[in-house]
C-alpha cells in the first residue's frame, strides 16, 4: 500500500522546482532584454548585465536539483512500504 501526499502537501524538492522556475524566468527575462539592443540599433548593455543571463542554467540546475530530490524521497518511500 502506498501513501501518496494530498495535493496541497509539499513533498520534498518542491521548493526547489518553484525557486528555479523562478530564477529561470529571471534569466529569460534579462536576456530578452540584454538581446534587445542588437535589434533596435541601441547602446548595448555593460558586460555584468550579460552575466545576469546566466541565470537561466542556474535555474535549470536548481529545478533539476529538485526533481532529484522528489524522486529519491518516492524512491525511499516505495522501499519502506515494502519493508
Known sequence: MTVTPHSD???PGDGLVKAGGIV???GAVATLATVAPLFLDID???PYAWAVCMLMGV???ISAAGVLRSA???R???RASQA
Open 9 to 11: 502537501e509539499a513533498r
Open 59 to 61: 535555474g535549470f540546475a
Open 72 to 74: 529519491a524521497a518516492q
Open 76 to 78: 525511499r518511500a516505495a
Open 24 to 26: 529561470f524566468i529571471a
Open 44 to 46: 548595448p548593455f555593460p
